[in-house]
């Protein structure tokens, strides 16, 4: 393969275990990159030490200067932003069109990176470029799964994802980075879903309940917008209800916490500081188990002229390994199948769906897959199939 990956935020709580994957699951050679050199020469010392060939270093890079990231990107052939900087993402697209390199990031879904990213849409496919946006599984792999079950169907008619994520944050590491990043999603926040032929912003009454089994039960989740998901109902006109759906932290963050936060932020930005360490100290307090994250899409449509419901469940204790699984089945992809391709790509539909779940499960992720077919009497419309 003789390439070489570079993980900008290697040494966090994603990018070690994208790290880790990817040194076992290939013969690549990886840089751990960031701001604090000590912690990127720690972690290359102790993944050496666990993987023969010394294949990693270290190398200090500052996501907000230009000439370090143009720098180090020299020395490698794809970089992997997992670092909390999405004001910097215009420093690392153009650092990388200007080292002629490839992309992957797994930051958040905001407006502001996307637009920044499609600005300069051109330039990648002038310089042979190739951008892969919203990696991980929150964005990443929804639409992905929508993809994938649609093959399940002669025409798929329902599609809707919910997700929940439980986290012991006590054992976690905040940097501040990640913390403001969690703050800045609230102001990029839509309540949107597509139905009957339109993307609408659903109201609180209209906001559904999923089954997330094991021990996270039914839970009222709310609708959350994703980019990756736009593009669906053109891939399959007979889609006529998608959307992505989250439950909440806690009892604190949800009918405390996160309230505020939106008040706050319409006053003033100036509090997204504190308010982001109020957020990490609700978090902390009073998230209680079960820990775990979870995923699961319900669909519906026709299948040999018959109703046919189909559930995908997908489930993972550690939340950032769930983020890494998916990046690095996206990364495999990448280096075995010739897909590369010059031009901004979502992670969901740059993969092959269906390798794409088959490595992901294969990777460590646990998949539960259940069809019930012949339900002419059921009314699709009625929410509480699920």
């Known amino acids: 393969m003789n390439k070489t990956f570079l993980i900008l935020g290697g040494y966090g709580n994603s990018g070690r275990l994208i790290a880790e994957l990817l040194l076992k699951e290939t013969d690549l050679k990886i840089i751990i990159s960031g701001r604090d050199i000590e912690k990127a020469k720690a972690l290359t010392y102790s993944l050496n030490q666990a993987y023969k060939g010394d294949r990693v270093s270290a190398l200090r890079a500052d996501a907000s200067d230009y000439e370090s990231l143009k720098s180090v990107f020299k020395k490698t052939d794809l970089v992997v932003v997992a670092s909390s900087t999405t004001e910097y993402v215009g420093n690392a697209a153009r650092a990388v069109i200007e080292t002629g390199i490839d992309y992957l990031d797994t930051q958040l879904s905001t407006k502001e990176k996307l637009d920044v990213l499609k600005s300069l849409k051109t330039d990648m496919e002038n310089t042979d470029c190739c951008f892969i946006t919203d990696g991980g599984f929150h964005p990443g792999v929804p639409a992905a799964l929508v993809r994938y079950a649609a093959s399940n169907f002669d025409q798929i008619e329902k599609a809707n994802i919910g997700s929940v994520i439980q986290l012991n944050w006590k054992e976690r590491e905040f940097s501040k980075s990640t913390s ?160 590369r391709k010059p031009g901004l790509w979502f992670q969901a539909h740059f993969v092959d769906p269906k390798k794409f779940v088959k490595d992901i499960q294969r990777l460590g992720v646990q998949i539960l897959i259940e069809q019930i077919s012949s339900l002419d009497q059921i009314s699709l419309d009625n929410r509480d199939i699920f």
């Not at 209209?206 to 736009?230: H, I, Q, S, V």
């Not at 319900?298 to 998916?326: C, R, W």
Request: hydrophobic share 45%; aromatic share 16%; charged share 20%.
């Open 180 to 339: 403001l990043e969690m703050i800045e999603e609230f102001k990029n926040y839509q309540p949107i879903v597509y139905k009957n032929g339109s993307w609408i912003k659903l109201k609180w009454k209209e906001y559904l309940k999923f089954n997330f089994r094991l021990e996270f039960g039914t839970r009222l989740c709310a609708p959350m917008y994703l980019e990756e998901m736009k593009a669906l109902p053109a891939i399959f006109p007979s889609l006529r209800e998608t959307g992505f759906y989250v439950a909440g932290f806690n009892w604190f963050i949800d009918y405390i916490g996160i309230p505020l936060v939106i008040i706050a932020l319409a006053i003033s930005e100036k509090l997204t500081k504190p308010l982001s360490k109020f957020f990490e100290w609700g978090l902390k307090t009073f998230s209680k188990p079960p820990y775990g994250t979870m995923l699961t899409l319900q669909a519906a449509g026709l299948k040999n002229e018959k109703h046919v419901l189909l559930s995908i469940t997908l489930f993972h204790k550690d939340a950032y390994m769930l983020t890494a699984i998916p990046v690095v089945a996206c990364l495999l992809q990448y280096l075995e199948m010739g897909i």
